[in-house]
Nanobody
Framework: VQLQASGGGLVQAGGSLRLSCAAR??????????MAWFRQAAGKEREFVSS????????FYADSVKGRFTISRENAKNTGYLQMDNLKPEDTAVYYC????????????????WGQGTQVTVSS
């Protein structure tokens, strides 16, 4: 499956952005895959943000974004989303969407497919 992330940009602290991850699969259909978002700030390691299972019925969040970010998916549109509210300067990073064939976990190794990143910058 090929993934393309979009929706990043520059926003003031307290603002909102919605990231999208469009999937194109030549093999298994999109609902087969679990999805996740990771982020990497300058000079730091890539970290888990959120994940969602195949149906969208189970979601998981890093403590740093819980209550502010919402992950979702529209299987009919082959698209995943990350709604980010009450953004903080520390949320500034390149955000990556990922898809996996097994468990919607927190480790990068659980995801076989990655999209290009989209930059999110939050000004104070």
């Amino acid at each position: 499956v090929q993934l393309q992330a979009s929706g990043g940009g520059l926003v003031q602290a307290g603002g909102s952005l919605r990231l999208s991850c469009a999937a194109r699969s030549s093999g298994r259909p999109f609902p087969f895959y679990v999805m996740a978002w990771f982020r990497q700030a300058a000079g730091k390691e890539r970290e888990f943000v959120s994940s969602i299972n195949r149906s969208g019925g189970s979601t998981f969040y890093a403590d740093s974004v819980k209550g502010r970010f919402t992950i979702s998916r529209e299987n009919a549109k082959n698209t995943g989303y990350l709604q980010m509210d009450n953004l903080k300067p520390e949320d500034t990073a390149v955000y990556y969407c990922a898809a996996g064939e097994n468990w919607a976990g927190r480790r990068q190794s659980e995801y076989e497919y990655w999209g290009q990143g989209t930059q999110v910058t939050v000004s104070s």
